[in-house]
């Protein structure tokens, strides 16, 4: 399993912008890029959902919420997907989850809370 490391949480306003990295740090090039990874937000109240995932080719897909607002995005050579996320609401408050999957293997990373307030 691929071990994924999130940054870039914090704390921002309603109509501001983050990015997020995920970083697997200890995968080869030749594995990675086997590799579709995606972002997901759990909340208390609510089940993890998808926001984006990247796929091998370099595919976006998004979850409702997020069109048109969020961008996914992947460098193979830095074995990085970065998340960045704009026009950000307080519905956005969420702990975010990378996640890499390539058919056989699914790995998650620890998270990172973002906090979208005034």
């Known amino acids: 399993q691929l071990q994924l490391r999130e940054s870039g949480g914090g704390l921002v306003q309603p109509g501001g912008s983050m990015r997020l990295s995920c970083v697997a740090p200890?995968?080869?090039?030749?594995?990675?890029?086997?590799?579709?990874v995606g972002w997901y937000r759990q909340t208390p109240e609510k089940e993890r959902e998808l926001v984006a995932v990247?796929?091998?080719?370099?595919?976006?897909k998004y979850g409702d919420p997020v069109k048109g607002r969020f961008t996914i995005s992947r460098d193979n050579s830095r074995k990085t997907v970065y998340l960045q996320m704009n026009n950000l609401k307080p519905e956005d408050t969420a702990v975010y989850y990378c996640?890499?999957?390539?058919?056989?293997?699914?790995?998650w990373g620890q998270g990172t809370l973002v906090s979208v307030s005034s």
């Open positions: 996640n890499a999957d390539n058919g056989l293997q699914n790995s």
């Open positions: 990247v796929s091998r080719d370099g595919s976006p």
């Open positions: 200890r995968a080869i090039f030749s594995v990675f890029i086997d590799y579709s």
